[in-house]
């Protein structure tokens, strides 16, 4: 389901990255990347000099992606297993973070400040995926999910500036958001 090519469809990743400028050598976090489906893409997005961490807490997931990467002779992709509220990496070290339909099962405070740890102070963005609140086939329950004003008025409080919001499919936003310019904290 996670590599479903009604997914790609729907949430192109190409497409979403061509959006993004990075300068040639970025580091770019997936954070709960799953099977890899914004991982892979974004090597290309890093240029050849970058590198994507794929962060994710389920070792089952991350072992697709490590076999992707076997297969695929993948060089600047590094899986990582660990909680996305305590990533191991060093602060303020990625250009991009990526957070696809993750958010809405998050400790949001926590989740908001580590990224912001992780980012770049001024030149760090966030791309964050979710799912609209309304119903749908597939995807979580509709009361835990966030509406795009909800999820926009989180990243405010923890000081993310806004750079674009937009529809990604007739279920999901994407917000981008440039990192916060002083060190937030969860609460």
């Known amino acids: 389901m996670l ?40 090597r290309a997005a890093a240029g050849r000099d970058g590198v994507v961490y794929a962060v994710d807490s389920n070792l089952s997931m991350l072992n697709v992606v490590k076999q992707k990467v076997r297969e695929g002779g993948v060089e600047n992709l590094c899986p990582i297993l660990s909680d996305v509220h305590r990533v191991p990496l060093q602060d303020h070290s990625a250009d991009l973070v990526i957070m696809a339909n993750i958010f809405h099962d998050l400790r949001r405070p926590d989740a908001l400040a580590e990224v912001g740890r992780l980012l770049k102070k001024r030149s760090g963005r966030l791309v964050l995926i979710e799912w609209k609140k309304i119903p749908t086939e597939r995807g979580p329950p509709v009361e835990i999910r966030l509406t795009q004003d909800e999820a926009t008025e989180f990243l405010r409080k923890f000081g993310y500036t806004i750079q674009s919001a937009f529809e990604t499919s007739p279920s999901h936003y994407c917000i981008i958001a440039q990192a916060p310019t002083t060190t937030v904290t969860s609460a």
């Open 3 to 42: 590599d479903d090519p009604e997914r790609v469809r729907r949430h192109d990743p190409a497409r979403l990255f061509s959006q993004i400028s990075l300068p040639d050598g970025a580091v770019v976090l997936d954070l709960g990347c799953g099977t890899g489906f914004f991982a892979l893409p974004a």
